[in-house]
Nanobody
Framework: QVQVVESGGGLVQPGGSLRLSCAAS????????MGWYRQAPGKQREWVAL???????IYADSVKGRFTISRDNAKNTVYLQMSSLKPEDMAVYYC???????????????WGQGTQVTVSS
C-alpha cells in the first residue's frame, strides 16, 4: 500500500520562505514523477510543481522563480522550497506521486493528506 506523507507547513509572513517535505513509501519502484499541488478555499486543486526521476522540473507560471522543487530518488522524497511567499499562495498543499510529468492538471496517482500553508502578517 502506497503512503504519501507531507510535512513542513505553517504560518509565514508575506515575503517569507517555507520548505515542504514529502515522503512516499510502499512502492517497489521509484515514482516516475512527484510533485506538489495546492487547494485554496473555494477553489479547485491546482498543480504547482512536478519533478521527474531524472530531474526534469515543471512549474506553474504563478510560482516560477519563487518556488524550487527537488527530490531524493533513493528516499522517494520530494521537497518544495517556497520563497517570496504571497497571500495568494495560502492553501493546503498536497504531495503527489504519479506516473509522469504529462498532463499536470490531471489529478492522478497517489496523494498525501495535505499540509496547510498560511501567508499572513
Amino acid at each position: 500500500q502506497v503512503q504519501v506523507v507531507e510535512s513542513g507547513g505553517g504560518l509565514v509572513q508575506p515575503g517569507g520562505s517555507l520548505r515542504l517535505s514529502c515522503a512516499a513509501s510502499g512502492s517497489i519502484f521509484p515514482f516516475n514523477a512527484m510533485g506538489w499541488y495546492r487547494q485554496a478555499p473555494g477553489k479547485q486543486r491546482e498543480w504547482v510543481a512536478l519533478i521527474a526521476s531524472g530531474g526534469t522540473t515543471i512549474y506553474a507560471d504563478s510560482v516560477k522563480g519563487r518556488f524550487t522543487i527537488s527530490r531524493d530518488n533513493a528516499k522517494n522524497t520530494v521537497y518544495l522550497q517556497m520563497s517570496s511567499l504571497k497571500p495568494e499562495d495560502m492553501a493546503v498543499y498536497y504531495c503527489n506521486a504519479r506516473a509522469g510529468l504529462q498532463a499536470p492538471s490531471r489529478l492522478s496517482g497517489y496523494w498525501g493528506q495535505g499540509t496547510q500553508v498560511t501567508v499572513s502578517s
